[in-house]
């Protein structure tokens, strides 16, 4: 059976889509893992009860997540919420200020499902910088080698 790799990741800009391409990228990197790319207004709970791992990615608004992914979760929690406990997952964040808040409310969100956080979150602090889509980029590999492997 193929693994699958969700990606629900909001990219409302040339920048933060540079992000999702390239965790994108390094997840297409291994070749037995299929990869699912979703906005978060599209993705829902059937996206993740067939995903066997999940990157989500998100900008900072207003010192907390996008609405748009506080919307997938407010539609999906309680459909995955007995059937994802443990399901790995990482987050990465596009921060404008330090990301805090942001940070702290997914993973409120990520404890209460039970999902299991298998690296600490990417924060892609201050201003733009070249090096966040080499780090994006990291990530998305990390997550699928990790998930072909069956670290997680």
Request: proline share 5%; net charge negative.
């Amino acid at each position: 059976m193929t693994k699958r790799l969700l990606i629900v990741a909001h990219a409302p800009s040339e920048n933060t889509r540079a992000l999702r391409d390239a965790v994108e990228r390094g997840a297409r990197s291994e070749t037995e893992i299929e990869v699912v790319v979703a906005a978060p207004l599209q993705a829902g709970a059937d996206d993740v009860l067939a995903a066997q791992a999940v990157i989500l990615g998100t900008t900072e608004n207003l010192g907390y997540m996008s609405g748009a992914l506080k919307d997938f979760f407010d539609r999906s929690y309680y459909p995955v919420l007995d059937l994802t406990q443990g399901l790995p997952c990482a987050l990465y964040i596009r921060a404008g200020s330090d990301g805090t808040g942001t940070r702290r409310g997914v993973e409120t969100i990520l404890t209460g499902l039970r999902w299991r956080a298998v690296q600490e979150p990417l924060i892609c602090r201050g201003p733009w910088q070249p090096t966040f889509v080499e780090q994006c980029e990291e990530l998305g590999a990390a997550m699928a080698a990790g998930l072909a492997a069956g670290i997680f």
